[in-house]
């Protein structure tokens, strides 16, 4: 077989032309790096450039001119298509700017030329949106709106005195109630010192962070989240944050029986809230930076606060700020949409219990082929020693799909 048997029939999205000639375009893209001072030049590779080819072709016969207008049809139609191009094979390719001779001369012939490239394939990543950023962004709206809350709702100015006691009394309750979430945090001594006079100053500076209710917010976000930041593990500031999640629910209610009563009522409300939504924007906080090995693990954080926040926008709801409760519930659906995106798709857990003891190295092997992953088995079991794993003992182990 020779050349001219392994030519085939030239073609353009099923359009056929016969070749006169063509010209191939091929290399590499280089980019010639010249330094000042400096004798040798780099020559930078940015990969193969792409295919083009220059192709001669005519249509001739009777019907020269049907076929002519029904290859200039092709090439003028969107996106890239087939070429069979007669040297090189099967190729999908693009249309540049071709032209066409048409020749009294020559009736019943029209000449072409016509620049193909490469049309390749669109590698672009899908966009993917970033769910952490967004759930800590809407931590973040939360605090805008608190301040807003408290702005409106704390009234101690031109109130009796008792009705600014009162608030600066439940502001103390607060900041005992975070003395005592960071005191439940196994952190050294120097990070818990270091939260503790923000703490503090919760219940020193009383009266005037009631008065700049701005300022307020702002430390009561920021004490809990300093709380949050030191804890050395997730579950220690997520058990915190639950905790002051329940904050002021022994506080008796205030009877709205005269102005300052429901004064005093409305502040004690609005401050129990604040600490509630601070705990909350906290709890998201450290959730959006955990890094999930299971689904179950994802899955058994993302519903307990789920329903947490979900009881806390409607409590907020009920008492008529529907603004914060949105706030607070567009924060939980952000939430479940990060842990969802970042823990869908990961291991699920199941049990499995070995019949005898024996080493986690030889219950790895079994399970994934892949000893190397007995430190996982022993972690995630809490196992007192490796080489002895329990014969009978129950144990969480990830799937291995």
């Not at 999205?13 to 004798?39: A, M, Q």
């Not at 009736?107 to 769910?131: H, K, N, Q, Y």
């Not at 704390?154 to 309750?173: C, M, N, P, R, W």
């Not at 399970?367 to 007192?384: C, H, K, P, Q, S």
Request: net charge negative; charged share 15%; proline share 5%.
């Amino acid at each position: 077989m020779t050349w001219r048997d392994r030519l085939l029939p030239g073609s353009f999205r099923g359009v056929p032309f016969s070749v006169t000639e063509s010209s191939t375009t091929f290399g590499r893209r280089n980019k010639l790096h010249e330094y000042p001072g400096r004798d040798v030049p780099w020559s930078e590779d940015l990969g193969r450039k792409a295919g083009a080819w220059s192709i001669e072709c005519i249509t001739i016969g009777d019907d020269y001119d049907t076929a002519r207008n029904a290859l200039i049809a092709a090439c003028n139609a969107t996106g890239p298509g087939t070429l069979v191009h007669p040297y090189l094979g099967t190729l999908s390719a693009t249309c540049g700017e071709a032209t066409v001779t048409d020749s009294t001369a020559e009736g019943g012939l029209a000449r072409f030329t016509i620049p193909f490239t490469e049309s390749g394939v669109d590698v672009t990543p899908a966009p993917t949106p970033d769910t952490q950023g967004q759930a800590i962004a809407s931590a973040a709206t939360l605090q805008s709106q608190s301040v807003v809350s408290a702005t409106n709702d704390i009234q101690v100015g031109d109130q009796a005195a008792f009705v600014t006691t009162e608030a600066s009394s439940v502001l103390g309750q607060a900041q005992a109630a975070l003395t005592t979430a960071l005191r439940a945090v196994q952190a050294p001594a120097a990070l818990l010192a270091s939260v503790e006079p923000q703490i503090a100053a919760i219940e020193t500076t009383a009266v005037a962070l009631l008065n700049a209710p701005a300022n307020l917010v702002s430390q009561i976000y920021g004490a809990i989240a300093g709380i949050a930041s030191i804890a050395p593990y997730a579950d220690d500031a997520l058990a915190q944050c639950e905790a002051l999640l329940g904050f002021g629910a022994n506080l008796p209610a205030v009877a709205p029986i005269t102005p300052d009563r429901i004064a005093q009522g409305g502040n004690q409300v609005a401050i129990v809230q604040l600490v509630q939504c601070a705990a909350a924007a906290s709890a998201v906080t450290v959730v959006s930076q955990i890094d999930f090995t299971s689904y179950d693990d994802a899955v058994g954080i993302r519903d307990p606060l789920s329903d947490s926040l979900d009881a806390l926008a409607l409590a907020i709801a009920d008492g008529g700020d529907d603004d914060l409760a949105d706030a607070v519930d567009q924060m939980r659906l952000a939430m479940i949409a990060d842990v969802t995106a970042r823990g869908g798709s990961l291991a699920r857990l199941y049990a499995y219990t070995p019949a005898t003891t024996e080493p986690a190295l030889v219950i790895a092997q079994r399970l994934y082929g892949d000893a190397t992953r007995a430190d996982e088995i022993v972690a995630r079991n809490a196992i007192a020693h490796p080489g002895f794993v329990p014969g009978g003992l129950v144990l969480e182990v990830l799937s291995d799909d």
